[in-house]
C-alpha cells in the first residue's frame, strides 16, 4: 500500500528566501505526482502534476521534481511571498498500479512566510 | 464560472442520523472523489466514480456510501454506522487520465451534536 510522508512539517522563513519541501513514496508505481496548496479553512488547489514518464514541472517561481527510482518529489519555490504562506500537499496518483485517479496524500507541510 | 459547489459549508449530526452532503461540477468533469481530512492529516480516500452509474471504495468506505445518477453530482450520505463523522469533507473532480489534476471544491465541515 502506497504510503507518503512530507518533511518537514512545518516552515518557516523570511520573505524573499528559496525553499525546499520535500515528499516521498513508497511504492514507485505512480501514474503521476501532483502538488496542491491549501488555505485555511478552504479546499485544495493544484500547483503542478509531473506524469511518471517526466523529471519535472514548472509554474512561474514553483519548480517541482520527480525521482520514481528513489521515491521522492521536492517543490521548490524561489523568491518567497508572504502570499506563498499555506499548508503544501503532495500525492501520488495511483495505487499499486491500479487507477490513476486514487491519490494517496502526504500530510503536508504548513509553510509561514514573514515579512 | 467553472467550479465545485459542496453545501451545506457547516453540517451538524445527531447520534443515530444520516446526513447527506452534495456535491455538483459544472466543468465536464467524468470523475468525481470524495476526501475526509482529519486535523493536521493528509487526505483520505472515502470514494471515487469514474464514470456515471458507477463507483468504487476508496481506504475508508466503512460507514459512508454515494450515488452517481448524474455526470454533474455526486452527493455523499454518512450514515449512522461512522462512528467518528467530525471532520472536513472535500469533493473534486477531473478529466479521466493520468495527466489529469483533480480540482477540489471548498469543504464541509461535519460536526457532531
Known amino acids: 500500500k502506497q504510503e507518503v510522508t512530507q518533511i518537514p512539517a512545518a516552515l518557516s522563513v523570511p520573505e524573499g528566501e528559496n525553499l525546499v519541501l520535500n515528499c516521498s513514496f513508497t511504492?514507485?508505481?505512480?501514474?503521476?505526482l501532483q502538488w496542491f496548496r491549501q488555505d485555511p479553512g478552504k479546499g485544495l488547489t493544484s500547483l503542478l502534476l509531473?506524469?511518471?514518464?517526466?523529471r519535472e514541472q514548472t509554474s512561474g517561481r514553483l519548480n517541482a521534481s520527480l525521482d520514481k527510482s528513489s521515491g521522492r518529489s521536492t517543490l521548490y519555490i524561489a523568491a518567497s511571498q508572504p502570499g506563498d504562506s499555506a499548508t503544501y500537499l503532495c500525492?501520488?496518483?495511483?495505487?499499486?498500479?491500479?487507477?490513476?485517479?486514487?491519490?494517496?496524500f502526504g500530510q503536508g507541510t504548513i509553510l509561514t512566510v514573514h515579512p | 464560472d467553472g467550479g465545485i459547489t459542496q453545501s451545506p459549508k457547516y453540517l451538524f449530526r445527531k447520534e443515530g442520523q444520516n446526513v447527506t452532503l452534495s456535491c455538483e461540477q459544472n466543468?465536464?468533469?467524468?470523475?468525481m472523489y470524495w476526501y475526509r481530512q482529519d486535523p493536521g492529516q493528509g487526505l483520505r480516500l472515502i470514494y471515487y466514480?469514474?464514470?456515471?452509474?458507477?463507483?468504487q471504495k476508496g481506504d475508508i468506505a466503512e460507514g459512508y456510501s454515494v450515488s452517481r445518477e448524474k455526470k454533474e453530482s455526486f452527493p455523499l450520505t454518512v450514515t449512522s454506522a461512522q462512528k467518528n463523522p467530525t471532520a472536513f469533507y472535500l469533493c473534486?473532480?477531473?478529466?479521466?487520465?493520468?495527466?489529469?489534476?483533480?480540482?477540489f471544491g471548498d469543504g464541509t465541515r461535519l460536526s457532531i451534536l
Open positions: 473534486a473532480s477531473s478529466d479521466r487520465g493520468p495527466t489529469r489534476p483533480q480540482h
Open positions: 511504492d514507485s508505481a505512480i501514474y503521476n
Open positions: 509531473i506524469q511518471s514518464s517526466q
Open positions: 500525492a501520488g496518483g495511483g495505487d499499486g498500479g491500479t487507477s490513476y485517479g486514487k491519490l494517496t
Open positions: 466543468l465536464n468533469h467524468d470523475a
Open positions: 466514480s469514474q464514470i456515471v452509474n458507477d463507483f
